[in-house]
């Protein structure tokens, strides 16, 4: 295993904290999601990204093709944006990888 | 409109049983991808089945097998239950047949307990 490495594994900030999550992965990519996992399961698409960045509300994406890294940042962050965030990467044999995801917890 | 939705919710068995789990994608999906979840790991994938046909296995044994109906539902059948099966079982659906830059729709998930 291990095509797709995510940090921290942990991650606990206080209530508005800039939050940054990082994935590097080994394998040629042709595009890379974001998840957010709840507790109980519920998984929730946040992002698919191929190049450069895309931002939607407090939450900013980033990836660098060349380097085979993502970043996944949270701006003033909130106590319901606790949750496990997994780096989903899709290969370029068309296959679905995950990281084994950073649990954040934001503490008011 | 309904998410995917996957029974049951819960299950406990023990080992060397049999086990369905079942899902119904979002209506006008025909793709549905099983992954298996182990607590504090990221997905793994099982199947993807796509009209009916399997479009792709993970690495896992032929004890898990699964299957597409035409109305685009899914079951997930493991047999032989070991202590290790014991993971949430996660289904998703896309529209086509799952391509990178298509959106997975998670469902909620079957939590299996092995004893």
């Known amino acids: 295993k291990n095509e797709v490495e995510q940090s921290p594994q942990n991650l606990t900030a206080q209530e508005g904290e800039f939050i940054t999550i990082n994935c590097s992965y080994s394998?040629?990519?042709?595009?890379l999601h974001w998840l957010q996992q709840h507790p109980g399961g519920g998984i929730v698409s946040l992002f698919m990204l191929s190049s450069g960045k895309k931002k939607h509300g407090r939450l900013i994406a980033t990836i660098n093709i060349q380097e085979k890294h993502s970043s996944l940042h949270i701006t003033a962050s909130h106590p319901r944006d606790s949750a496990v965030y997994i780096c989903?990467?899709?290969?370029?044999?068309?296959?679905?990888?995950f990281g084994d995801g950073t649990t954040l917890t934001v503490k008011p | 409109d309904a998410g995917v939705t996957q029974s049951p919710t819960h299950l406990i068995k023990t080992r060397g049983q049999q086990v369905t789990l079942r899902c119904s994608p979002i209506?006008?999906?025909?793709?549905v991808s099983w992954y298996q979840q182990v607590l504090g790991q990221g997905p793994q994938f099982i199947f993807q089945?796509?009209?009916?046909?399997?479009?792709g296995r993970g690495n896992f044994p032929d004890r898990f097998s699964a299957r597409q109906f035409p109305n685009y539902s899914s079951e997930l059948n493991v047999n032989a239950l070991l202590l290790g099966d014991s993971a949430l079982y996660l289904c998703?659906?896309?529209?086509?047949?799952?391509?990178?830059?298509?959106?997975?729709?998670f469902g909620p998930g079957t939590r299996l307990t092995v004893l």
């Open positions: 394998v040629g990519i042709s595009a």
């Open positions: 089945y796509y009209e009916k046909e399997e479009r």
């Open positions: 989903a990467p899709f290969t370029n044999a068309g296959k679905s990888t």
């Open positions: 998703a659906s896309t529209p086509w047949a799952g391509g990178p830059s298509d959106t997975q729709y």
């Open positions: 209506s006008g999906h025909k793709s």
